[in-house]
């Protein structure tokens, strides 16, 4: 898909998943987000290395260059894989400030955003209690936004949040 280089919005319409080898450090495209919590889920006890990818060895060139030509945010390790039938999505907040998590549950008409509203939605469909999904199964920590690879129009508003923050202490 042919991305927009001017338009902000154009810069979080793709995701791309990827680890990066704890040999080698090379980043490996992972290609799906279901692949991707799996090896996140176990990547303190079990670490991502080139060869668990197919017909990849850390002699290989790296899939993708960290660079700012597209915003990352790194993930935090052993995150629960999301309990089948939901979804876990992140999203940016319009002033680069941080990012937001939530889940979309089964029938895809609700997004859930805390441990509170799993655990009526929970309560209200049974069968997913029945079936042994838990609130523990969902963790809502964000992704650290990595500030030196946000788009220059980010940073000068990030400045006057924090100019701002200061000035009202």
């Not at 280089?5 to 450090?25: G, P």
């Not at 197919?54 to 915003?71: A, F």
Request: a negative charge.
């Amino acid at each position: 898909m042919k991305q927009d280089d001017n338009s902000r919005a154009a810069r979080f319409t793709n995701s791309v998943y990827a680890v990066q080898c704890e040999k080698c450090f090379k980043w490996r495209v992972i290609p799906t987000q279901e692949e991707y919590e799996i090896i996140r889920h176990r990547f303190i006890e079990d670490p991502f290395i080139c060869e668990k990818k197919s017909d990849t060895s850390c002699e290989d060139p790296e899939d993708l260059e960290y660079d700012n030509t597209r915003t990352w945010v790194v993930d935090k390790p052993n995150i629960p894989v999301t309990p089948d039938g939901f979804k876990r999505g992140v999203s940016v907040r319009k002033d680069f400030s941080r990012m937001d998590t939530f889940y979309t549950v089964p029938n895809g008409n609700k997004k859930v955003r805390a441990p509170a509203e799993v655990e009526k939605f929970l309560e209200e469909n049974p069968k997913y209690k029945e079936a042994g999904i838990t609130v523990s199964d969902f963790n809502f920590a964000t992704p650290k936004i990595m500030e030196d690879t946000l788009p220059a129009e980010a940073g000068s508003s990030r400045k006057k949040m924090k100019v701002t923050k200061i000035e009202d202490e």
